[in-house]
C-alpha cells in the first residue's frame, strides 16, 4: 500500500533559521510522482512542487530547496533563512497513476512549521 | 493564471436541509476534485472527475451528491447531512492525471 510518512508533527523556529522537512514515502510502483503543498492558515493548499520518480535532480526555488533520494525513499524540504511568512502546514504527498484518467494523491499527516521573528 | 473559486466560504446548515457547493476553475483542466479535510488532519479525496465523467467515488456515503455540468464547473450537493460532516470542503483540478492539483479556498461547512 502507497504511504506517506512526516514524522515531524511541529516544528519551531525562529526567523532566518534553516529548517528541513522530512518525507518518506512507500509504493511499489516504479512511476509515481511526489509533490510538496502548503496550507497556511486561510486554509487554501497552495502548491510548491513536484518531482516524477524518474527524476532525482535536487531542485531549487529561491529559499526553498528539495531532495528526492530513491534510496532512502525520501523527499525531503528545506527553507533557508526561514520568514515569519513561511508558518504553515505543510504536506508532502504522493500520487500513482491509476486507470481511468486519474490520480490519487495521498497525503502525509502534515508538518505544522513556526516561524517567530 | 491558476485560480480555482469555490462558494460559498462558509455554510451553516441543518441536517434536513438541502445545500450545494460550487467549484470553477477556468485553466482548461480535465480533472477535478473534491476533498473533505478535518481540523489538523490532511485532505481525505472524495471524488474525481476525469473529462466530465465520474472516476473515482472513495465510498462516500449517498448524502454527497457530486456533479459537473461541464468542464469548468463542479457541484457537490449536500441533503441531510451530520454534524460530523463539517468540515472545510476542497475543490482542485489538474491539467492532466499525473499533473499537479491547483486547490480552491475551501468551503468551511457546519452542520448543526
Known amino acids: 500500500a502507497q504511504k506517506v510518512t512526516q514524522a515531524q508533527t511541529e516544528i519551531s523556529v525562529v526567523e532566518k533559521e534553516d529548517v528541513t522537512l522530512d518525507c518518506v514515502y512507500e509504493?511499489?510502483?516504479?512511476?509515481?510522482?511526489l509533490f510538496w503543498y502548503k496550507q497556511p492558515p486561510s486554509g487554501e493548499l497552495v502548491f510548491l512542487i513536484r518531482r516524477n520518480s524518474f527524476d532525482e535532480q535536487n531542485e531549487i526555488s529561491g529559499r526553498y530547496s528539495w531532495n528526492f533520494q530513491k534510496s532512502t525513499s525520501s523527499f525531503n524540504f528545506t527553507i533557508t533563512a526561514s520568514q515569519v511568512v513561511d508558518s504553515a502546514v505543510y504536506f508532502c504527498a504522493l500520487s500513482e497513476l491509476g486507470s481511468g484518467g486519474y490520480n490519487k494523491l495521498i497525503f502525509g499527516a502534515g508538518t505544522r512549521l513556526a516561524v517567530h521573528p | 493564471d491558476t485560480e480555482v473559486t469555490q462558494t460559498p466560504k462558509h455554510l451553516v446548515m441543518g441536517m434536513t436541509n438541502k445545500k450545494s457547493l460550487k467549484c470553477e476553475q477556468h485553466m482548461g483542466h480535465r480533472a477535478m476534485y473534491w476533498y473533505k479535510q478535518k481540523a489538523k488532519k490532511p485532505p481525505e479525496l472524495m471524488f474525481v472527475?476525469?473529462?466530465?465523467?465520474?472516476?473515482i467515488n472513495e465510498s462516500v456515503p449517498s448524502r454527497f451528491s457530486p456533479e459537473c455540468p461541464n468542464s469548468s464547473l463542479l457541484n457537490l450537493h449536500l441533503h441531510a447531512l451530520q454534524p460530523e460532516d463539517s468540515a472545510l470542503y476542497l475543490c482542485?483540478?489538474?491539467?492532466?492525471?499525473?499533473?499537479?492539483?491547483?486547490f480552491g479556498p475551501g468551503t468551511r461547512l457546519t452542520v448543526t
Open positions: 509504493t511499489r510502483d516504479t512511476t509515481y510522482y
Open positions: 482542485a483540478s489538474s491539467q492532466a492525471p499525473s499533473y499537479e492539483q491547483y
Open positions: 472527475y476525469s473529462y466530465e465523467k465520474l472516476s
